[in-house]
């Protein structure tokens, strides 16, 4: 299956990048966490066990699982459902399923499954052109993990799925208008959803994003308390370790979905450059592996695995900055956490996949 | 065909993702760049009051020590639990949780914090002043438990007195309140300012400077380390001109008698206080830890006002002790001499009214000199007098030996007592009325109008005693700046007239008269110190007026005592006022307690142990140890020889 040649086909220069950002993050875990935490170490095994996901993503050949991809879908609705009833409770949601040694989360690997179910669906090399029944097809594929999902409740891993099928069928030729009306509903239904739409808290939530200053020790304190951990940092930043908002706790999380602000606070302007520059590099030349797939399934699976990931970056970063309403959506490769880091690399796999196969039949 | 076309279209979207996403991230670069750079400074300051505290670290006042050295007034560390605002998610479930912790009320916790609510909030409201080693304990337990990171436990220093000792020279102190920050602007919210006595007074040499700690807290409020330190400069020390034992002794006197009343008692020499006090007191700890409005409504509305400072605050008619002032102005004006002689029948009729003598049963006195006047305290005497001196002279003199006139002690808020004169009549009443030749004779024997405050009676008898200097009477000895004892510039006398020594010599010799002969200060003799002094007994209420006072016991209508007097009765070393409110005649109620201080005076001067508390005996009081009654006269003739 794996064939020696291709392994100089093996895009070493996104791995590097990759194990650039990944260091970064541990610098930060490393940082924020006190030292050689046991935080710190429970990473540093993650991205072990990631690169080894990555090794296998990546030696199966892309086609051979996109035949597979409904027994894969199917496993991973069964498996998303058997958490609903079956999963280890933290802080007041269904997530994990507790292995013992490690907590899964089987929520952060049906992102990589659904791009492998809707790359396989509507890139079939016989199908001419994106029908609606298509689109409806893959709407429905997508809204079954994006409900159950939702229901643990992790609004926030849920969204993520959106990007996967939006993205895959805007490359797959869903028609513009379609997404002109998309735009027009969205604008219009945005006042009446936030009217009817919402509970109370998350209203409350969205107003606090728009005017922080309201609620300053309630919903606003994470937000303002990013803008005064970003704002300090500076140009050169305070220094690694030297933090004050991170290390002393006025930012909650600090390891974890404000990672970026930490950053930002010890490492400056500078580290957040360079940084925004890795990531960017990142998905850049990721999308060269959907230019240069060798066909509609490889473009389509890259670029399903990607969007969930670019969404989840600036998604992440934005709210780093205090810019956008606090979500629990983690920073791929940077923050904290074990699914998400060997799920990232494990799809991330696919797309040296994709890549490392374009030459062969 | 299909596959080209379709290749295109990718190609196309794929652009489109690609510069999509490029400005996204150019948004991000500059949204941080917005925040790092642009409004760095802003942010910066954010983080740092984050994270940094200033603690205000209190200083302690100046202590305050007698004459002699002894320690009159100190500090002592004490508790503060405060909330500070700034740092509270949910100020009501802090203030919840502290009020249960502490264990006072929630609605008491609430009012403080709404009193303090426009101060900023990096400022600590002090919630609990003075708290109990329990509520500190319970506190910063609930602390460490991140319950509470809000609260603040400090230890300050705080006022300490010797309880209700020479309350109302010390006055007390409490935290400034609006009013003083608007009006000084060295002043901030949470000083401890005095409020009266010494402590307002001197308020800017005891309060010191403030020092301050900036601190690192955490997230939640613990302190994580110092940053620096600026420590606190403790007020000046100051020396007082007050004597702790003839304080004691002035005040232990009082207790005995049971009497209400004020006393100042000082060098006549200098004008030095050696004793001051104004009773009922009040306790002036109870201001030192923030007192609770129930104690300082009770303070307030007691009707007997032991707040107010009687000594230098309360007016009384003078009595015969105004007597003096009257003798001085006929010798010195020349309308008499000591030897002038009064027929006293035991009333005089002047103007077309009788006005009665001092001896009960309208006996009179018979014949008499200046000097067996003053002794015998004979009314028709000095009647007879002032009528002859006449108004305008009598005021001029008085005014000379300082009464109705302030002091000037270093008190604040001390009150002018009233000399009348034709002059003030016309001034104070409504149609301008003239002064009838009738009031002079009231004005003679001390009454009428004549209303003095105790200091002012003291500083009278000093400058009587001195020879005619109205010495200014002060409390300050000494002042350290940090150099050690500087001597206080004692204040100039306010008026220096020399009396004729024949003057001199006639009240001196009649003052002695009143205490060692057969006058009325007799319960103030002591032997071998030539006590020399002058009684008193003025009327709180006219006879008619008694017989209109309803629901005031008789106590209330009974006569003020005074007993004014100096000692040794040649180069005087003291002398003094005692003023004993509705105790009746003043050689029976106020001599006593004079005694009890010359006793402690002079015991200490000649190295004698000091003299025990005085004792009570019937409505008077008497020393510990009752001494044997002193032979009238000379018993000619052997030890044996039966009377």
């Avoid at chain 1, 473009?299 to 606090?326: D, E, K, R």
């Avoid at chain 2, 006005?355 to 005497?381: K, Q, T, W």
């Avoid at chain 2, 008694?546 to 016991?553: D, I, P, R």
Wanted: aromatic fraction near 8%.
């Amino acid at each position: 299956m794996f064939e020696r040649r291709l392994y100089h086909h093996i895009d070493w220069v996104l791995i590097g990048s990759i194990l650039a950002i990944c260091a970064m993050g541990l610098g930060m875990i490393y940082s924020t966490t006190g030292g050689a935490s046991r935080i710190y170490w429970t990473q540093v095994y993650a991205l072990g066990l990631g690169l080894v996901a990555m090794a296998v993503t990546l030696s199966i050949d892309y086609r051979s699982l996109a035949d597979k991809s409904h027994w894969i879908y199917l496993a991973m609705m069964i498996l998303l459902v058997g958490v609903l009833f079956f999963g280890s409770v933290r802080g007041g949601s269904r997530r994990w399923i507790d292995l013992g040694f490690f907590n899964l989360q089987p929520s952060e690997f049906a992102k990589a499954v659904l791009a492998l179910t809707l790359a396989k669906m509507l890139g079939e090399e016989r199908r001419p052109a994106l029908t609606n029944n298509d689109l409806f097809i893959a709407a429905s594929l997508t809204a079954v993990p994006f409900l159950i999902i939702a229901r643990q409740p992790d609004l926030g891993t849920a969204v993520t799925l959106l990007p996967i099928l939006l993205v895959v069928a805007y490359v797959a030729g869903m028609p513009m208008k379609y997404i002109y009306a998309m735009t027009i509903v969205a604008v219009l239904a945005a006042p009446v959803a936030y009217k009817f739409g919402l509970q109370d808290y998350q209203r409350e939530r969205i107003s606090t994003f728009l005017d922080p200053a309201q609620d300053p020790k309630g919903a606003g304190y994470q937000q303002i308390q990013a803008r005064i951990t970003v704002g300090s940092g500076g140009t050169w930043g305070k220094g690694f370790m030297q933090g004050t908002q991170g290390q002393l706790r006025f930012l909650p999380v600090a390891h974890n979905d404000f990672i970026f602000s930490v950053l930002a606070e010890e490492q400056g302007l500078i580290g957040v450059l360079v940084a925004l520059g890795l990531y960017f590099f990142v998905i850049m030349r990721a999308l060269d592996a959907a230019r240069l797939a060798k066909d509609r399934l490889g473009a389509y699976l890259v670029l399903g695995v990607l969007s969930a990931f670019t969404f989840q970056v600036i998604y992440n970063i934005t709210m780093s900055a205090g810019l956008a309403p606090v979500k629990g959506l983690t920073l791929p490769l940077m923050s904290y956490g074990g699914s998400s880091m060997i799920a990232t690399l494990a799809s991330f796999g696919l797309v040296l996949n994709v890549r490392m196969r374009r030459f062969t039949n | 065909m299909a596959i080209a076309e379709d290749r295109r279209r990718l190609t196309h979207r794929l652009t489109v993702l690609r510069v999509t996403i490029g400005v996204a991230f150019v948004m991000l670069a500059c949204g941080f760049w917005f925040f790092q750079v642009v409004q760095h400074a802003q942010f910066k300051e954010m983080a740092e009051n984050n994270h940094q505290r200033t603690l205000t670290l209190r200083a302690p006042r100046g202590i305050i020590y007698d004459r002699a050295g002894k320690l009159l007034v100190e500090n002592r560390n004490s508790f503060n639990i405060s909330i500070v605002r700034e740092h509270t998610k949910d100020l009501d479930h802090t203030i919840r949780v502290l009020a249960r912790v502490a264990g006072v009320e929630e609605s008491f916790v609430r009012e403080v914090v709404d009193r303090h609510r426009r101060e900023p909030s990096y400022r600590p409201i002090v919630v609990i002043q003075d708290a109990t080693l329990a509520q500190v304990a319970s506190v910063s337990a609930r602390k460490l438990d991140f319950e509470l990171p809000d609260v603040l436990v400090q230890e300050v220093p705080t006022r300490q007195y010797l309880d209700q000792m020479a309350a109302h020279v010390f006055g007390y102190v409490s935290e400034a309140s609006d009013k003083d920050v608007a009006e000084d602007e060295s002043l901030k919210s949470g000083d401890i300012v005095g409020k009266s006595g010494l402590e307002k007074i001197y308020n800017e040499l005891l309060m010191g400077a403030d020092g301050a700690k900036r601190v690192v807290v955490n997230s939640m409020g613990r302190e994580i380390r110092v940053l620096d330190e600026e420590p606190p400069a403790q007020g000046k020390r100051l020396q007082l001109t007050l004597d702790f034992d003839l304080q004691k002794a002035l005040e232990d006197g009082f207790r005995t008698s049971g009497y209400n009343g004020a006393s100042v008692i000082l060098d006549p020499r200098t004008g030095e206080v050696l004793a001051f006090s104004s009773v009922p007191a009040y306790d002036p700890n109870a201001f030192s830890t923030g007192i609770d409005s129930a104690s300082w409504n009770s303070l307030n509305t007691d009707p007997l006002r032991p707040l107010q400072d009687r000594a230098i605050q309360g007016r009384y008619p003078a009595g015969s002790t105004f007597k003096m002032a009257v003798a001085a102005a006929a010798l010195e004006e020349g309308v008499i001499t000591p030897d002038f002689k009064v027929y006293c029948p035991g009333h005089g009729v002047f103007y077309g009214r009788s006005f009665a003598c001092s001896l009960p049963n309208g006996r009179g006195h018979g014949v008499m000199d200046l000097r067996h006047a003053i002794e015998h305290s004979c009314n028709v005497y000095f009647y007879t007098v002032g009528n002859m001196v006449g108004i305008d002279k009598i005021h001029k003199w008085a005014t000379l030996l300082g009464l109705g006139e302030k002091t000037g002690i270093d008190l604040p808020n001390e009150v002018q007592g009233l000399v009348p004169s034709p002059e003030w009549k016309r001034a104070n009443t409504k149609n301008h009325e003239k002064w009838y030749a009738g009031e002079t004779i009231s004005v003679s024997i001390g009454q009428g109008a004549v209303a003095l405050t105790p200091i002012s009676e003291a500083v009278y008898i000093a400058a009587l005693a001195n020879g005619g200097t109205r010495v200014t009477p002060h409390l300050l000895r000494a002042v350290d700046e940090g150099g050690g004892w500087q001597p206080f510039t004692p204040p100039a006398a306010k008026s220096v007239v020399a009396l004729k020594p024949e003057t001199i010599q006639a009240i001196h010799d009649g003052l002695w008269l009143v205490v060692n002969g057969v006058g009325t200060g007799a319960r103030a003799r002591m032997a071998g110190y030539d006590v020399s002094g002058k009684t008193g007994t003025a009327q709180v209420i006219s006879n008619e007026g008694a017989k209109a006072a309803k629901g005031k016991t008789d106590k209330d209508l009974r006569d003020n005592g005074w007993f004014v007097f100096f000692a040794p009765r040649d180069n005087p070393e003291i002398a003094g006022a005692v003023m004993v409110e509705h105790g009746g005649h003043g050689g029976v109620t106020a001599a006593p307690i004079a005694r009890h201080v010359l006793d402690t005076y002079f015991a200490k001067r000649d190295n004698r142990p000091l003299p025990a508390p005085p004792i009570k005996v019937g409505d008077t009081i008497g020393p510990a140890v009752a001494i044997p009654p002193a032979p009238v006269k000379a018993v000619a003739g052997g030890a044996g020889t039966p009377q």
